[in-house]
């Protein structure tokens, strides 16, 4: 299984309904398009998009929406550290997961490794991309790539966006 863990694009500080309520921001939007593009122009196509409910992930998975064959589903086992339940969920060839931190970079850690410590150095920024590859249970999987939004955004540039944006 290809799978790509995808830690939601940059949000609004805040929101009056919470942090579950939290949206992206315009400049997020932004960047998160380019990354949709590069991830198009790379040939990813995705099975499933599974992302967690709270409203910044929900909108990042929605924007990978083109990507896949059915629309996101939201479970939130994503709003949650990772679990059992979560990966025993995933099926086809290529998936996107779409959540946040820690629990994002703590999944990642799990997959490439058995050891509790090995991984938790990694941590996913905002809009990045981990691409896995293998089965996904605990040290079954191989990382593929680590790309933070910054080097994504980088590798196929929309054409009708300038590049001096950071």
């Not at 863990?5 to 960047?31: C, M, N, V």
């Not at 779409?98 to 799990?110: A, D, F, N, R, Y």
């Not at 050891?115 to 990045?128: H, N």
Request: aromatic share 4%; proline share 8%.
């Amino acid at each position: 299984m290809d799978l790509y863990l995808i830690r939601h694009a940059p949000a609004l500080p805040d929101s009056p309904t919470g942090d579950r309520g939290r949206a992206l921001s315009p400049r997020g939007r932004r960047r998160f398009e380019d990354v949709c593009h590069a991830l198009r122009q790379l040939g990813v196509r995705l099975d499933q998009i599974w992302t967690s409910p709270w409203l910044r992930a929900a909108q990042t998975a929605q924007m990978l929406a083109p990507l896949a064959a059915q629309a996101p589903r939201e479970t939130d086992l994503l709003a949650a550290p990772p679990s059992r339940a979560l990966l025993e969920r995933l099926s086809g060839e290529s998936v996107a997961l779409v959540g946040h931190e820690p629990w994002m970079s703590e999944l990642l850690g799990q997959l490439i490794s058995d050891g509790d410590r090995w991984a938790e150095g990694v941590r996913l920024g905002k809009g990045s991309v981990a691409h896995l590859v293998g089965e996904p249970v605990r040290a079954g999987m191989v990382l593929r790539s680590l790309l933070p939004m910054r080097t994504v955004r980088g590798l196929c540039p929309a054409p009708d966006r300038t590049r001096n944006e950071t």
